[in-house]
T-cell receptor
């Protein structure tokens, strides 16, 4: 069964700290993996997209990693800011199918 | 590039009325558009995939007569919630892709909050 599992479900960190979100998937065949940031009441915004051959991709303070062998991905946020508070969604693309993770709700406190 | 505009952003309607939500790709032609529904604190649930010029493909459990999807052009898809009821209140989001699987470009609209009284 094609699944995408994200952890933790929610996370609270202090402003300025780093954090790492996890995404494990069983989608096969695999096409690409995307991380999105969704602010409350808004549509998701793309952070990174990685194909099978890519291990790491950065977008500012966001760095995503992909291990296609273990089917795991992580999203690392460096020097968190209050504006990073949002839901982070991992989406895996397979054969004509997109599988969404349930998301990790991140709250950055001052 | 790859901007998707969704309208309206919020709509309040009476029970029994129909509501239309538009999804437009502003700077590219979208052969495929996706419609999602999202309940509070939950992830997006794919409702249907619409392909320009053909009938939409609905996910299991989604009533096609309830949620009418039209994708008449490469830049516009519409979702009509017919005879809306309070349980249809939700956040509806569209996304547009450049390929049939949406794998190459997937851009989301800002979402439409539907409240049915």
């Amino acid at each position: 069964k094609n699944q995408v599992e994200q952890s933790p479900q929610s996370l609270i960190i202090l402003e300025g700290k780093n954090c790492t979100l996890q995404c494990n998937y069983t989608v096969s065949p695999f096409s690409n993996l995307r991380w999105y940031k969704q602010d409350t009441g808004r549509g998701p915004v793309s952070l990174t997209i990685m194909t099978f051959s890519e291990n790491t991709k950065s977008n500012g303070r966001y760095t995503a990693t992909l291990d296609a062998d273990t089917k795991q991905s992580s999203l690392h946020i460096t020097a968190s800011q209050l504006s990073d508070s949002a839901s982070y969604i991992c989406v895996v693309s397979g054969a004509d199918k997109l599988v969404f993770g349930a998301g990790t709700i991140l709250r950055v406190k001052s | 590039g790859a901007v998707v505009s969704q309208h309206p952003s919020r709509v309040i309607c009476k029970s029994g009325t129909s509501v239309k939500i538009e999804c437009r790709s502003l700077d590219f032609q979208a052969t495929t558009m996706f419609w999602y529904r999202q309940f509070p604190k939950q992830s997006l649930m794919l409702m249907a995939t619409s392909n320009e010029g053909s009938k939409a493909t609905y996910e299991q459990g989604v009533e096609k007569d309830k949620f009418l999807i039209n994708h008449a052009s490469l830049t516009l898809s519409t979702l009509t919630v017919t005879s809306a009821h309070p349980e249809d209140s939700s956040f509806y989001i569209c996304s547009a892709g450049l390929t049939r699987s949406g794998a190459n470009v997937l851009t989301f609209g800002a979402g439409s909050r539907l409240t049915v009284l």
